[in-house]
Each structure stands twice: as C-alpha cells, then as structure tokens.
C-alpha cells in the first residue's frame, strides 16, 4: 500500500471513555433521559449531531444543541492523558512512515478537538493529510473524506488502505474504491465489523504492518 487512512476515534486514540461521559454529562445538563452507554458506543465515529439523534432519538434541533454543550463540556472533561493511543500505534506509525509510506486520517472528529489530541501523541509530523468533519460536506460512511485525501495527495483508490473501528469506516473506504481493514479492539463488534465486510480483519494495531 501506498497510503494508509486512519480513522481516529477507537483506531489510534482509546476514547471511548471521555466520549461516553462526556455524551452522558450533556444528556444530564439538558435534562434528557439518558440512553444505555451500548447505544452511546454504537454511534462513536458518526458526525456528533447524529451520535445524539441515534442514541437517544432526539430530532434535529435537540441534537445541535446536545452537540453545541457536547463541545463545551468536552473541553472541559478532555484532561491531559484522558485519551491515549492504543497499544503499538506510535510505534507502528513510525515505522511505516519511516518505510515511506504515506498516512493520513479521516476523523468524523472537527478539528478544533482532533488536531490536539493527534498533537498530544506526538505523531502531527507524520500524517500529510489530516481530515475531519469540518473539511467535508458528507460525512462516513459518504466517500467524501476519503476521496478528499486521495485528491490532495495524488493516490488512486487502489492503492490505498483505509483502517477503522466501526462499520462507517468500512463502508466509506469501500465506497471510495480502496482496500479496507478492520480493527476489532475498538468500538465496534466483530460482527458488525464482519457484516460490512472489510478485506482484512486485526486484533492489533501492529499487525497493520502485515496487511497487503
């Protein structure tokens, strides 16, 4: 592979923590009946407005402005080491791109959150394309991210690997035209991940250095 397009949330940070509480806090601050923390998983690496509109049926507008609090709360909730990357990522994200490899994201994260927290493990110099929710129109499982990179960093489809946690990651990789793979440690279940039916399956981050 020439490029490697990682999703963030559950693929290199583990925050599933910070989200779910954080997700919990504002549903309490709104005085919304708060949802199972399964249904708050399922919905990690959707666009923010519909994470609150799926987990707890909310419509259009409670879901803005569960978002907007969401935002506020965050900053706070958001403590140095609240989110640290997944066993192996620093270290693998080194040694492809010190192979020559080419790596990017593509987060259903803004930036406002994402470059910091991508920051904070010390790997900002080793992405050339850096995408999230606030680059885009149509967010995952939509192409738009992924085709965005490919446009920026001169890549056909085919010689790129999208690697996310959730189905949307998947699908959006296959929807763009590249290969795909999987990983089963973070938000989303193995059968879930199985039924979008990704190229390839990882239980570790490291193993990423195997895929072909």
Request: charged residues 25%.
């Amino acid at each position: 592979m020439r490029l490697y397009i990682f999703d963030f949330d559950g693929t290199l940070g583990d925050s599933r923590a910070l989200i779910v509480k954080t997700m919990m806090d504002t549903f309490d601050e709104m005085g919304i009946q708060r949802p199972s923390t399964e249904a708050c998983i399922d919905t990690i690496g959707l666009p923010l407005e519909q994470c609150f509109a799926v987990s707890a049926h909310l419509d259009e507008r409670q879901s803005d402005a569960c978002a907007a609090l969401y935002r506020q709360i965050f900053k706070i909730n958001n403590v140095p080491g609240a989110v640290k990357p997944f066993p192996g990522v620093v270290e693998t994200l080194k040694r492809l791109h010190d192979e020559g490899h080419t790596l990017a994201i593509a987060s259903s994260r803004r930036h406002e959150s994402l470059d910091g927290l991508v920051a904070d493990f010390g790997i900002s110099r080793l992405f050339s394309a850096i995408v999230g929710a606030d680059d885009v129109e149509n967010a995952k499982p939509d192409p738009e991210p992924v085709n965005l990179i490919l446009s920026r960093l001169h890549v056909e489809p085919q010689q790129a690997l999208v690697i996310g946690d959730a189905p949307y990651d998947i699908l959006m990789g296959r929807n763009a035209g590249t290969r795909t793979c999987a990983v089963t440690y973070g938000n989303g279940s193995r059968e879930e991940l199985s039924a979008a039916h990704p190229d390839t399956m990882i239980s570790h981050f490291a193993d990423v250095l195997n895929v072909q």
